[in-house]
């Protein structure tokens, strides 16, 4: 009973989400990451960058950026990241904003990486806007000019 067994399949064997929710993949980044729906929230978005950057899907990551971030260099710049670094773990520490009927919104996170043999954290707040209706990522604001203070 492994395979492929569709979205009604037993929950608790499945494993667990990568971006750190304790649901299976399946009920939480998994349906957004195969497209199948949409994040309602920003924070739900930036939760299934974090696991596609685990699963190294960078066609999703590349969807998923704001048209006004892409370039011709993302996909190269996306590759060269997922290439070097071996992801640990995701903790959202702040959200602003990024609801269900917001236009904007801010998550503040910190992921735990591997690169080089040396764990790392990476602070990051994202910023998310709405493009045609979904949520995308815009850019990073920035750790240091604004520390939650939060820890
Ligand atoms: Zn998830």
């Given at each position: 009973m492994s395979e492929y067994a569709g979205p009604e399949?037993?929950?608790?064997?499945?494993?667990?989400?990568?971006?750190?929710?304790?649901?299976?993949?399946?009920?939480?980044?998994?349906?957004?990451?195969?497209?199948?729906?949409?994040?309602?929230?920003?924070?739900?978005?930036?939760?299934?960058?974090?696991?596609?950057?685990?699963?190294?899907?960078?066609?999703?990551?590349?969807?998923?950026?704001?048209?006004?971030?892409?370039?011709?260099?993302?996909?190269?710049?996306?590759?060269?990241?997922?290439?070097e670094i071996g992801w640990i773990g995701l903790r959202v520490t702040g959200v602003v904003g990024g609801g269900p009927s917001d236009k904007s919104g801010k998550v503040s996170l910190v992921a735990d990486y591997i690169v080089g043999g040396s764990p790392k954290s990476h602070r990051e707040r994202s910023r998310f806007k709405r493009y045609r209706g979904e949520w995308k990522y815009l850019d990073d604001q920035g750790s240091q000019e604004e520390m939650d203070g939060s820890d």
């Open positions: 399949s037993v929950k608790t064997e499945e494993p667990l989400c990568p971006c750190g929710s304790d649901k299976s993949h399946s009920d939480c980044c998994g349906p957004f990451i195969q497209r199948i729906v949409k994040p309602s929230t920003a924070e739900a978005l930036m939760r299934s960058r974090y696991s596609a950057y685990v699963m190294n899907t960078i066609d999703y990551l590349e969807e998923t950026t704001h048209p006004k971030s892409r370039n011709r260099d993302t996909r190269r710049e996306l590759e060269n990241t997922l290439s």
